[in-house]
């Protein structure tokens, strides 16, 4: 076995050090996820950041699944620069929403690094952080918290759960026509599932 030892360059002033070194280290046979459950569970706030090796993010850009070697190589030692939660991004490559991702099989989501069909807004849409207003209206604000995703086999595509509530409500008749695929089904088919929407990506089939 071979290990090496991940270290993060971290500038995080949320934390009481002014520089936070996070150090890990691990088999270069394990994988970037093994790596950030490790990561997580030794220093709890880094499940709200995101991680960037060569300008990509560890576990998006670079897939979740790779194994350390496969990255790094035969390096011993490499440094990661960690982005905090406080730095405008798309929540997605948080390590918290990453982990989701891979642990609900949802990263083959079609628009996650789209638009949502009704509002036409990013995926992801970060929540203003530091202006005024605060918070955008919900219907427009596509956070992971807000989404839904409609699995419409095969495919998956996240929708902003508001938008698809209104779209229902003000629908007549018995059926709603779904607006990434022009396809019409029954409204009761997405009525029984509502309950879901409370639910973190709940999957929705139809």
Known sequence: ????????DSNNHIQSDD????????????TVYDYMKILTNRYDISKYNAYMYNNKCLGYDIPI??????????ALSVVLREVAFTVPMNPFKHVNWIMIL???NLFDIINLEGD?????????????????PHLLDKNMDNHPDNLVIIYDAPIKIAYNKFQL????NVTSGDTIMIPHSSKRIRKSV???????????LPLISI
């Not at 509530?165 to 229902?168: A, Y």
């Not at 997405?190 to 973190?200: C, K, P, Y």
């Open 1 to 8: 076995m071979v290990y090496i030892a991940i270290l993060v």
């Open 19 to 30: 520089k936070c070194v996070k150090k890990v280290i691990i088999d270069n046979q394990q």
């Open 65 to 74: 699944t790779y194994k350390i070697c496969s990255i790094f190589g035969l």
């Open 102 to 104: 891979h642990e609900r």
């Open 116 to 132: 949502d069909p009704i509002n036409k807004e990013s995926i992801g849409t970060w929540h203003t952080w530091g202006k005024v």
């Open 165 to 168: 509530r209104e779209l229902i």
């Open 190 to 200: 997405l009525i029984e599932q509502l309950n879901m929407f409370d639910g973190v």
